[in-house]
Nanobody, 117 residues
Framework: QVQLVESGGGLVQPGGSLRLSCIAS????????MGWYRQTPGKERELVAM???????NYSDSVKGRFTISRDNAKNTVYLEMNSLKPEDTAVYYCRTTIIRGTSPYWGQGTQVTVSS
């Protein structure tokens, strides 16, 4: 059973930084793609950033230049370095992975990020 465990959320002031981590366990495969999504009340979950096994990345326009996604394939871990945080970045951040291309993704339980003074 694949499990994703996120960590690193919290409260930060505008302009501050946070680093999220997500560890995937329960698979012997090299994970195809790992990513971060976020959701606020009343809105649909949206893509923040994603990274493939080969290191190809994709970012939401709203975070380009401020957030950096990376991964450690040996540890099945994905990171999200968030800088210059804004109040509008406040959301629950979810880790998502697709183990094999074309199969259903797995989701983490979410971690709250609050940007407020």
């Amino acid at each position: 059973q694949v499990q994703l465990v996120e960590s690193g959320g919290g409260l930060v002031q505008p302009g501050g930084s946070l680093r999220l981590s997500c560890i995937a366990s329960g698979t012997r495969f090299s994970i195809y793609v790992m990513g971060w999504y976020r959701q606020t009340p009343g809105k649909e979950r949206e893509l923040v950033a994603m990274i493939t096994r080969d290191g190809i990345t994709n970012y939401s326009d709203s975070v380009k230049g401020r957030f950096t996604i990376s991964r450690d394939n040996a540890k099945n871990t994905v990171y999200l370095e968030m800088n210059s945080l804004k109040p509008e970045d406040t959301a629950v951040y979810y880790c998502r992975t697709t183990i094999i291309r074309g199969t259903s993704p797995y989701w983490g339980q979410g971690t709250q990020v609050t940007v407020s003074s």
